[in-house]
T-cell receptor, first 113, second 115 residues
Framework: DAKTTQPTSMDCAEGRAANLPCNHS???????VYWYRQIHSQGPQYIIH???NNETNEMASLIITEDRKSSTLILPHATLRDTAVYYC??????????????FGQGTELSVKP | SAVISQKPSRDICQRGTSLTIQCQVD?????MFWYRQQPGQSLTLIAT?????????ESGFVIDKFPISRPNLTFSTLTVSNMSPEDSSIYLC????????????FGEGSRLTVL
């Protein structure tokens, strides 16, 4: 069973920030939040992950609430190439606890001119 | 990171036949996984390919239908056996490695159409 809930779809204007929410109210203390995206006809691409602190890299920022029950992926300046399905996934921190990713349905983000 | 090559990239097959999909990685990796993505759907994990031993299958997937091999740390195959139109999907290989921070990298997928 997917352990996350995301909106089915969202729109964003080109050049504006895209804020993608994710609920993970049953997250365990040893689970990270991972974000991947899948551009049409391609394999999924890693974006970012975090445990409890906010994280930022060259692609995006991840904001995790203090209770860790929800998070938001922020694309600061969305472009048309950011149109994709975005997946929020929780998984154990320890490498030996599986390594696998279980995907939910994701959010289909459409960036419009 | 890793460069993952899958072959074939796409194929059209007849009902009742079998097809083997290959996954080649440009470096040794600890873990390899096979996923299925049916049309318009999210990814579903089929199994973890274990080097030198039998694969670990997820609920709903069995070895007779999806036999998997992993002879070394850079290569794996997935066979889709006795195919039916319901097996028409994209099959994706993904890999991870100790020290990569838990990231998984994915191939571009093999698009299978069963007539």
């Amino acid at each position: 069973d997917a352990k996350t809930t995301q909106p089915t779809s969202m729109d964003c204007a080109e050049g504006r920030a895209a804020n993608l929410p994710c609920n993970h109210s049953t997250i365990s203390g040893n689970e990270y939040v991972y974000w991947y995206r899948q551009i049409h006809s391609q394999g999924p691409q890693y974006i970012i992950h975090g445990l409890k602190n906010n994280e930022t890299n060259e692609m995006a920022s991840l904001i995790i609430t203090e209770d860790r029950k929800s998070s938001t992926l922020i694309l600061p300046h969305a472009t048309l190439r950011d149109t994709a399905v975005y997946y929020c996934i929780v998984r154990p921190t320890t490498y030996n606890q599986g390594g696998k990713l279980i995907f939910g349905q994701g959010t289909e983000l459409s960036v419009k001119p | 990171s890793a460069v993952i090559s899958q072959k074939p990239s796409r194929d059209i097959c007849q009902r009742g036949t079998s097809l083997t999909i290959q996954c080649q990685v440009d470096s040794q990796v600890t873990m390899m996984f096979w996923y299925r993505q049916q049309p318009g759907q999210s990814l579903t994990l089929i199994a973890t390919a274990n080097q030198g031993s039998e694969a670990t299958y997820e609920s709903g997937f069995v070895i007779d239908k999806f036999p998997i091999s992993r002879p070394n740390l850079t290569f794996s195959t997935l066979t889709v056996s006795n195919m039916s139109p319901e097996d028409s999907s994209i099959y994706l290989c993904s890999v991870s490695h100790r020290g990569w921070g838990g990231e998984l990298f994915f191939g571009e997928g093999s698009r299978l159409t069963v007539l």
